[in-house]
């Protein structure tokens, strides 16, 4: 379970063999308890390096040993041997080291890291605490907010952030084990007593309470997010109805109709939950790719969760005749409005009475559709986030006619689905893509102001957002915003005249995604957007001069002066209209709760989880900062309403700023009122 071999005349090579990951198993402790001990007795021996069979350091204590009898060596007394050893013990880290195995690293003297490996302590995410060392030697090694960061959240970093942070010495591209041996003979015969991490003293932090208040925060922000996805299962309507008085129909067999990317996920997830399907396409090519790849999907998952494919329950028609005995329909062909204004006059005649009938849509209104058949209150909306199958997030979108009883039918269908469903009211983009305008336009502002959308996605990114604003925009098609700017009339045409006007019906506007897509590129998809990609489809992104060039023409033909824009900026005018027009949407009962609104952008926009959601992350912040803040940009930006502080936050810093779960009283107020 651990060899010793000697190599390089001098040097005692103690080899982890315990396939496939080399946990520390009683074995394994007991192999390298012999071998440090055998390689420190042997006077030939006057180094040590410790690696991993197979490319693999170590994945920690064997999970599976866990119990009340536990055999074998305890891990400490081995690890604190290796430690006070008196020839230099180098780690030579490839593939993972993690829990015991980053603790059996961190007792060597020097770490050696190949560049593809990844670090962490992920016990907490087993309930556990890194009980070999780790919570007292890692403090002493990189400080204690990065530990604290760490030991935390069980996160894996790369070995070059575990570089940055000194976690290891150096980082290879080449062969791990042959770097460490060099690195070995380089150090044989000099003094330990620096390198031994448990006698350095723990850092002094003047700061250590504000250090322990920040993860505090993080940690009441991820309890806050765990009841928050419960109380959003309660919900209620404007009129009063709720989930505890509103009993949902059985779903037997529902029908997806539209089978591009959407539909296929929505099938795929309904399958997988149980219920059967009906998938409905006209186009006979693309009905015969969905059905390839729906079953290809559906194969995928069933291999990975160990379950039979459930592909019987589906049955494919490219006739929408089809969906007459079903008991639920989700529409999912193109965002169109008089397409699917005409897709619901053919359900509601078609469809036996009683069928629900559900549009994916986006972003066009729910009442519309409604109009078109003969039972409105039988429609909702059921805004499913791509890929279908895989996101969390489902917004039940109820118009001003919908019933109770329809609204309690998604809901607990997205429930079987192992959604998480929350149900909103029939605005312009809903919750989620409502608040995302505001955010949007910010960053475009703040390119036109000096930003770049590499400083704009870093700064976004560091707040938590898997990924920037820009980055998410190549990733999801630029040309899907430009055809609704244009349908609303705001995306003209720059011409060849190069007048660009940056008002549209009295507030300021940046036609700079708009100019982008004249010039055909919508991101991934074209292999060119606010990035490169190297090629239509590509993933990485790189910066692209061509849109630093655009930039600065747009500002010389505009007389804009770029001026230097810190993160801070960018995240206060980004953050904070984003979270003022939830705030009016809270006010308009739109949303029924900040909860709402804060589980659709957790679980549907990347809202970093640790700061439990944009109505929380403003309490956090203080509510008198945000409207602070939002106070000054409006006064300096009057063409911008979307800045303007909306009466609720005004409200709530006169009533104090109460924590979130109180707002409810305000919000009650001001809508009575309204
Ligand atoms: C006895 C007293 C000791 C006290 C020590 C106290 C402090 C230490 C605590 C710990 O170390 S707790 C464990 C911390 N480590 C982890 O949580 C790592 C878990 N593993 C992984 O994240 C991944 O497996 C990996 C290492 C990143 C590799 O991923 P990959 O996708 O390549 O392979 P997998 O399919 O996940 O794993 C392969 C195989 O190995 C089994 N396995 C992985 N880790 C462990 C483990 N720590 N203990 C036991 N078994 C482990 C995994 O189940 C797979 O097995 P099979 O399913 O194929 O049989």
Known sequence: MAQLSYVSGSVGLITLQNPPVNVLSAATRQGIMESMKKALNDPKVKSVVICGQNGVFCAGADIKEFGPNISGPSIVPLIYDIEVANKPVVAAIEGSALGGGLELALTCHYRIAHSKTRLGLPEVTLGLLPGAGGTQLLPRLIGIPASLELITTGRHITAAEALQLGLVDHVTQSDTVDSAVKFALSVEGEPLDSRRISKRPCPHLPDLDAVFEAVMQKARALQYSFFAQRAVGRWSMPSGASWNTSKARPVH?????????????????????????????????????????????????????????????????????????????????????????????????????????????????????????????????????????VMKLLEVVYGSKSSPEAVATAMQLGKKMGKISVAVGNCRGFVGNRMLKPYIEQSYFLLEEGATPELVDKALEEFGFPMGVFRMSDLSGLDVGWRVRKEDGLAEPVGTSGQITRLRGGRRYSPLGDILCEHGRFGQKTGLGWYQYGRPGGRVAKSDPWVFNLLEEYRARLGLTARPIDQQEVLERCLYSLINEGLCILEEGFASSPEDIDVIYVFGYGWPKHRGGPMFYASMVGLATVLERLDHYYRSNPDVPSLKPCKLLRQLVASGSPPVHKWKEITKKIQNRL
């Not at 062909?333 to 009683?354: N, T």
Request: charged letters at 15%.
């Open 253 to 389: 067999r529902a029908a997806v109709l539209g089978l591009g990317t959407m539909g296929r996920g929505i099938t795929v997830a309904l399958a997988q939950a149980g219920v059967s399907v009906v998938a409905v396409e006209i186009q006979e090519k693309q009905l015969n790719e969905a059905r390839e790849h729906v079953y290809a999907t559906l194969e995928r998952g069933a291999q990975q969760s160990g379950v039979s494919p459930s592909c019987a329950n589906i049955t494919y028609s490219h006739d929408i005749q089809a969906v007459a005995d079903v008991d639920l329909v989700i529409e999912a062909v193109l965002e169109d409005l008089s397409l699917k204004e005409k897709v619901f006059q053919q359900l509601s005649a078609i469809c036996k009475p009683g069928t629900l009938l559900c549009s994916n849509t986006s972003s066009l209104d729910l009442n519309c559709l409604a109009s078109q058949t003969k039972n409105p209150e039988l429609v909702v909306g059921m805004h499913f986030f791509a890929p279908a199958h």
